[in-house]
């Protein structure tokens, strides 16, 4: 594995989040969702630019067959083109309390989206995993989150992942055609000393990778749980990884200034992991 790269820019994020690999672009997208922003790092030339949005912003999600973006923003899901800039609502999950807000999603093979939401304190567990479907319906799959966090998919697309970051958990559920899901197992529970399990990537080996916040590190967990490796970066809360570039060989890993006065933390990382990585599914809506 090559050394650590930060990547240059003239800000950190307070809450970096969701990293997106776009092919189409030579790009990487990411969102700062304290700040309100989404970030785009072109790897052609290393340019990083940000738009602010109106509200926080849980991740983007690339559209198949339209330009654009799905984004999970705390009211709920909406269409988003960042040029021409233009912002349409969907549709706000039920029960969306003013107490709640959307936090991390991925898209599945089938073109849905299952995302989910948190208590804004992640005290109590009031957030839900939500499938928006291509046709922009919606349905509640799993609820009792404290903090919903890192979906990931398996290559087949048969098992979901998921976590409650509060509770240091993460669970593997059975993803069904039809978009349902079989019934909640624990497949990791993270020691204190671990930090808190966050956003989490697959690669095409069938590693799972999960970003540790509070614990400086993403690790590469094996099928049976055990771990495989793990990959050290010099910022206290990393919040998520995902692969990148044409050979998806590159990995960029997010993490989070928040409370925090560290030089690196709130940094955007590049390493290599050893291991190729899944394409980017997209919505089919």
């Known amino acids: 594995m090559s050394d650590l790269r930060i990547i240059e820019r003239d800000r950190r994020d307070t809450l970096g989040e969701g990293p997106l690999w776009v092919a189409s672009e030579d790009a990487l997208y ?3 969702i304290l700040d309100r922003r989404v970030n785009r790092l072109s790897l052609a030339d ?3 630019t940000s738009v602010v ?3 926080l912003i849980g991740w983007v999600i690339e559209r198949a067959d339209r330009p654009g973006f799905i984004a999970g923003l705390a009211s709920g899901f909406a269409e988003l083109t960042l040029d021409p800039f233009q912002i349409r609502k969907i549709v706000t999950p039920e029960p969306l309390s003013p107490k709640v807000r959307m936090n991390d999603a991925k898209a599945d093979r089938a073109g849905r989206i299952f995302a989910g939401t948190m208590c804004y304190e992640g005290a109590e567990p009031i957030g839900s995993l939500y499938r928006l479907d291509s046709d922009l319906s919606i349905a509640p799959v799993d609820q009792g989150y404290r903090i919903a966090n890192g979906p990931a998919i398996s290559d087949d697309g048969r098992t979901i992942y ?7 958990l993460v669970y593997r559920m059975v993803l069904h055609s039809d978009g349902s899901l079989g019934a909640r197992e624990v497949f990791l529970r993270f020691p204190d000393e671990w930090g808190s399990p966050d956003g ?8 799972l990778w999960i970003a540790h916040w509070g614990g400086s590190r993403v690790t590469r967990f094996l099928a049976d749980g055990s771990i495989d490796r793990a990959i050290h970066v010099p ?7 995902t692969f ?3 050979n998806l060989d590159r990995m960029f890993i997010t993490s989070a200034a928040d409370g925090l006065d560290g030089e690196h933390d709130g940094a955007l990382f590049e ?4 291991v190729r990585g899944l394409p980017t599914l997209k919505f089919g809506g």
């Open 162 to 168: 998921h976590t409650d970051s509060a509770e240091g």
């Open 46 to 48: 290393d340019a990083v």
């Open 244 to 246: 990148a570039g044409p």
């Open 235 to 241: 910022a206290l809360q990393v919040t998520s990884c």
């Open 200 to 207: 989490m990537t697959m690669d095409a080996e069938g590693g």
């Open 53 to 55: 949005m109106p509200e």
């Open 271 to 274: 390493v290599d992991p050893g």
């Open 30 to 32: 990411w969102v700062d």
